[in-house]
């Protein structure tokens, strides 16, 4: 292991609490190891939000996806039983299934004709007698382990990764009263930005710190002193009461409730909550210097497709403000005149409790060998 990226983490301090802590430097979001590093020790051992539930309703549906790199897909089998597999045939690696999304009663490859079934297995594999010792129970698809939470389906490379009801903790119970059951899909929208994903995931966190500053609509409907921020297992939630306000007539009438409540789960999955409408924003990494957030919004009333539609229309626009900030921050990050920065012992825990999460997970990613050498 170069001794450089055992450098890169050494300069962080996870062991310092708020009142004393930095933030990662500034190095971990330009540098290509690092986010090789995150990929192996991040993405690859945490359970990953791959699809929603309504996509993988029926039986015989299927979804294609990244995970850490990887091509997966997500079924659900003849038995109701959801499955996910590498998407990679076993005969010469081509993908099996080619479509983003789908149903199928078997799955069989383009390149020459391999087919498996929905649970994996070999079915079929054309002019392959006299291969000797060739073991047709097991060569099929290899497994992912996945489950479902919520509206949501979550998959881990990690054969040894805790169960998703450990890795999400708290968290569970604490979104569980809101009944986010009760909301519907409607429609996605994917942005690409010109930043580091943990770039987003900072803004996202910092506890309100700059909505007055770079959300004058959305701040017009919050009370910013009673701004709360808590921080637990793998999650923060940030929340705030909601104020009757004239100043911003679109975002008054989508955005409700006595509460806005806004939780995030380490390492890159978000969710924004108001009376009858949910915004799920998952982060991915797309190179060092750039990533896609995937948006999905939900409603209640499906059918209001008017406020609806306006409603999307004022997150867009708090994403814009979002997307412009993250864009200007990730050039100051190059800049040789930043390093790290300090926390906000008020706003800013959220942000802190990520940055040691990270820094966990990427020393141990590195090896414990590695690390106390
Ligand atoms: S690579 Fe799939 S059948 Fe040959
Ligand atoms: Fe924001």
Known sequence: MPSTLLDLLASYDDQAPLEHAFTIPASWYVDEAVAELERQSVFARSWQVVARADQLAQPGSFVTEELAGEPIVVVRGNDQQLRAFYNVCRHHAAAVVTEDAGTASIFRCPYHGWSYGLDGALKGAPEFEGVCGFERAQSGLVPVRVESWEQFVLATL???????????????????????????????????????????????????????????????????????????????????????????????????????????????????????????????????DSCKVVFDFYFQDVSAAERNRE???????????????????????????????????????????????????????????????
């Not at 942005?191 to 803004?203: A, G, I, P, R």
């Not at 806004?262 to 797309?286: E, S």
């Not at 004022?314 to 900030?325: H, K």
Request: charged fraction near 25%; proline fraction near 4%; charge should be negative.
């Open 158 to 288: 990690d054969p040894s990764a805790a169960p998703l009801a450990d890795f999400l903790g708290g968290l569970a119970a604490r979104i569980a009263p809101l009944d986010i059951g009760t909301l519907h899909f409607v429609e996605r929208r994917t942005y690409s930005l010109k930043c580091n994903w943990k770039v987003f995931v900072d803004n996202y966190l910092d506890g309100g710190y700059h909505v007055p500053h770079l959300h004058k609509g959305l701040n017009s409907v919050l009370d910013y002193r009673q701004y709360k921020i808590e921080t637990e297992d793998r999650y923060c939630l940030q929340s705030s009461p909601m104020v009757a306000s004239g100043e911003d007539a679109a975002t008054a009438a989508t955005r409700t409730g006595d509460r806005a409540w806004y939780f995030w789960q380490y390492p890159n999955f978000m969710l924004n909550l108001y009376r009858g409408y949910m915004d799920t924003n998952l982060v991915l990494p797309d190179g060092v």
């Open 311 to 373: 409603s999307i229309a004022v997150g867009e626009r708090v994403n814009d403000e979002d997307v412009a900030i993250c864009e200007a921050v990730q050039r100051g990050l190059h800049s040789r005149a930043y390093g790290a920065g300090r926390l906000s012992v008020r706003r800013e825990a959220g942000e802190h409790l990520f940055h040691r999460l990270l820094a966990r997970d990427l020393k141990a990613g590195l090896g414990q060998a590695a690390w106390s050498s």
